[in-house]
C-alpha cells in the first residue's frame, strides 16, 4: 500500500470536480445498478439480483458506463453534467492499467461539436496535472496533437484506410501483408484491431494525442461525420502511452440507434455471449437530447500518470488481488 498515491488519486477526484464545478456543470450520481446495461458486445456486464419485500425479484446488473441514464438526463432539460463514480466490468484482465470496479469520469454538454469538446478535455487534463502538490506529469503549453484514424493508420502502418472501409477481403490482405494472421470468424473491424493494436496505438500518447474520426462501425452511439458518413464522431485521448477518453458528438436518432443496437446483438449472439433487451427508455428519451457531445475518461489512469504510478493497484486502498 502506497500512501502518497493513494491521496494522489483523492486529489485528482478533487481537481477534476473543481474544473467542472467552476464552470456551472452539474454533478448527478445516476444508478448503479439497472435493469438494462449497455449492448457493447466486447464489455460484459456483472449480473446480481434485486430482491423486493414481497419476495418479487429483479435481474440487475452494475454499469459498464452511466451513459444511458445521462443521456436521458440530457433529454430531461439538463444541458451541462457529469458523473464520477465507480464503473465495473467483468472479465477485465487484473493487469497495471485495467481492474474491474474503477473511477469513470462522464460529463455531456449540449450545443457543441466535437472540436469543442477536445478543447474542454485538454483543459481539464492541463488543469489537473498543473495543480496538484506533488504531481509528476508535465505537459507543454502548446496544444495536444490532433489526429484522425486515417492519417494515423498512414503515418504508423503505411494504411491507405480509405479504400478498404468495409471491404473485409481487402482488410484481411492488408493485415497479410502485416504479418497478422487471419481467421473466418474475423470482422472487418477485427482485422482493422489487429493492425491498429499493433503498429499505430503503442506509437500514440508519447505526445498528448487526440485521435478522432473512427470508422463508422466502431462507434454504434455516435453521430456520423456529414462530410462523410462512413467515418464517425469519435474521438479517444491518448496521454503518457495510456488510452485515458472516448467521446462523442451523441447519435439522437432512435430508429438508427435501434438499428446500431440490433448490430450489436447480433455481434453479442455470434460470439456465444448473452443478448438482452434495448433499453426502451433510453430509446424514447433519444429525441430528446438535441445535438449534445459527452466524453468517458478513465480517472485512474489520469491519476496513475499525475503520481507517477506503475499500476492502478498502487493507487487503491485494496487492490483487486487482494479482495478474492
Known amino acids: 500500500m502506497n500512501s502518497g498515491f493513494i491521496k494522489a488519486r483523492s486529489e485528482v477526484v478533487k481537481k477534476v470536480r473543481c474544473f467542472f464545478d467552476v464552470r456551472g456543470y452539474l454533478e448527478v450520481q445516476t444508478p448503479r445498478l439497472v435493469g438494462l446495461p449497455g449492448q457493447e458486445p466486447y464489455l460484459e456486464p456483472m449480473w446480481s439480483e434485486v430482491k423486493e419485500a414481497d419476495g418479487m425479484t429483479h435481474r440487475g446488473a452494475l454499469i459498464t458506463s452511466p451513459e444511458y ?5 440530457l433529454s430531461a432539460g439538463f444541458d451541462k453534467i457529469y458523473d464520477l463514480g465507480p464503473c465495473f466490468r467483468n472479465g477485465e484482465p487484473w493487469d497495471g492499467t485495467h481492474d474491474m470496479e474503477f473511477l469513470m469520469l462522464e460529463w455531456y454538454r449540449k450545443g457543441i461539436n466535437i472540436y469543442e469538446l477536445m478543447d474542454e478535455t ?82 500514440l500518447g508519447e505526445i498528448p494525442t487526440f485521435l478522432w474520426r473512427y470508422p463508422a462501425s466502431m462507434a454504434a452511439l455516435a453521430q456520423q461525420d456529414p462530410e ?97
Open 69 to 73: 441514464a445521462m443521456k436521458r438526463l
Open 122 to 203: 485538454e483543459e481539464m487534463v492541463k488543469y489537473v496535472a498543473r495543480s496538484m502538490e506533488h504531481g509528476v506529469l508535465t505537459l507543454a503549453d502548446n496544444a495536444f496533437r490532433r489526429i484522425t484514424v486515417e492519417q494515423a493508420m498512414k503515418e504508423y502502418a503505411g494504411v491507405e484506410l480509405g479504400p478498404l472501409l468495409g471491404d473485409r477481403e481487402k482488410m484481411a490482405e492488408e493485415c497479410r501483408e502485416h504479418g497478422q494472421t487471419v481467421n473466418e470468424t474475423d470482422t472487418w473491424d477485427d482485422l482493422f484491431f489487429k493492425v491498429f493494436l499493433s503498429e499505430v496505438e503503442p506509437k
Open 228 to 324: 462523410d458518413p462512413r467515418y464517425a464522431l469519435r474521438v479517444e485521448l491518448y496521454v503518457g502511452n495510456l488510452e485515458l477518453a472516448n467521446g462523442f458528438v451523441e447519435l439522437a436518432d432512435p430508429v438508427e440507434q435501434r438499428a446500431r443496437f440490433e448490430e450489436e446483438q447480433e455481434l453479442r449472439r455470434s460470439l456465444g455471449k448473452e443478448v438482452w433487451p434495448i433499453d426502451e427508455r433510453f430509446m424514447e428519451a433519444l429525441p430528446g437530447m438535441g445535438q449534445a457531445a459527452g466524453i468517458a475518461f478513465g480517472v485512474d489512469r489520469l491519476a496513475m500518470l499525475v503520481a507517477g504510478a506503475k499500476s492502478i493497484s498502487d493507487l487503491m486502498p485494496i487492490p483487486v488481488g487482494e479482495r478474492f
